[in-house]
Structure formats: C-alpha cells, structure tokens
C-alpha cells in the first residue's frame, strides 16, 4: 500500500513551469483529485497535506529544499510517520522518455537524477516506487541543465499534462498496492482510432457508378 505520494521539483515563481517540476505537477492534481491541500510544514520541509483513508492517513508531499536536498524532507516524514520505502512513491521528470510517456517501476538507479540520488542516500535503500514523467532530451548531454530548467513548448506541456491525467486513472490502484493492475493501467497506449469506412459510390438508375464528368 502506498502511504507517502511525492512529488520532486524546485521551489520559487522561477521555477514555475519548467520541466524539472513535473513532479509538482504530478502532486497538485492528486491533491485535486483527492480534495486535499499542499501546506507548509517546517518539520518535513516541505508542503505537505493529509488524507485521511478508511485504510489508514494518506501523506502528499513536495520538498522546498530544491532538488539536490529532496531526501531531506522524504526521510524526515517517512521516519517521522513509519512510512516504509516499498510504501513510498515519488514522481519525477524523466530525460529517457517521451513527453506524454509515463512509466511506473520499483527500485533501480537513480539515472543521473538529483532528486533520487538524495532521496537514496537519505532513505538507505532505492527501493521505493517511481512515477517517470516523460520530458524528452535535448539530445546534447552538455545542455540538459539549461533543459530541464527550461519550460516546455506547449505541444510537450500537453502531452506531460495528458500523462499526468492518464496515470492518475490508476490512483485508486496505487493507494491499494495493487501495482501490477496498476501498471497495466499506466503503461497501456492509447487505441488507435478506427478509420472512417469510404463512403459508397452513388448509383445511377441503371445500377451503374456516376462516371457524369464534374462541371466545376
């Protein structure tokens, strides 16, 4: 069961919109979904809120310690509440998929990412679940900081909000601890539309097609 939803950005009006904070973005529409609001809690540096649960407190979180320190306000909520890291799941931006792909995993290497990197060494284990947030790559290894501290073009800011909206139908799934029926839900792509049948050829009396040569 997932107790602690995380989401990994940057604090500050200057940061607002970039990619690095899609995490942000992640929480505020769980937060939404679950009518719970974000407020400063100085203990786990942090906004935080609660949502009470039949099966027990629901925690949501963002660090305002800025990226590099995010395991500063996991740890200290985790340990503070008994919140396990196989009960944990944090959301980040992800440079290795698309924007408007989204993939959910368990444990791994944080993948020269700052947030996980902390949130590793402060927790003591990788091993807690993460939410990737396609943001695409700049392609150039020199220009991913510029990149992800960038906002995207508003074509890849849909498609991460249409991601974001997608993963959220597995929110219940995820809550539950039912991660592979969730991960199915997540990761399964869209249908493809079904093409539009030709319209039939008009008929004329005889039963033939209409070879009339058009006047315009």
């Known amino acids: 069961m997932v107790r602690l939803l995380v989401g990994l950005g940057n604090p ?14 992640w929480v505020d529409a769980a ?21 009470n649960r039949a099966d027990g407190p629901l925690w949501l979180l963002e660090p305002m310690t800025y990226m590099n320190l995010s395991g500063k306000a996991v740890a200290a909520l985790a340990r503070f509440f008994k919140i396990e890291p196989g009960e944990i799941l944090v959301v980040h931006d992800d440079l290795d998929l698309q924007p408007g792909q989204v993939k959910l995993k368990l444990g791994g290497s944080p993948a020269g990412h700052n947030g996980l990197k902390d949130i590793h060494a402060q927790l003591g284990t990788p091993d807690y679940w993460r939410l990737r947030l396609g943001i695409g790559h700049p392609g150039v290894k020199a220009e991913v900081v510029d990149y992800v501290l960038r906002k ?6 849909e498609a991460i909000e249409r991601s974001i909206a997608t993963s959220l139908l597995a929110l219940d799934l995820l809550l539950a ?21 030709p319209e039939p050829v008009p008929t004329t009396e005889d039963g033939s097609g209409d070879d009339k040569e058009s006047t315009r």
């Open 12 to 25: 500050g009006p200057q940061y607002d919109g970039t990619r690095h904070n899609a995490g942000f973005w």
């Open 31 to 51: 937060a939404r979904a679950l009518r719970a609001t974000l407020a400063p809690e100085r203990a786990y540096f942090g906004l935080v809120a609660r949502v």
């Open 152 to 157: 995207p073009a508003p074509e890849q800011r």
């Open 177 to 197: 601890g039912d991660m592979e029926p969730a991960m199915m839900k997540i990761h399964a792509k869209p249908p493809r539309p079904t093409p539009a049948r």
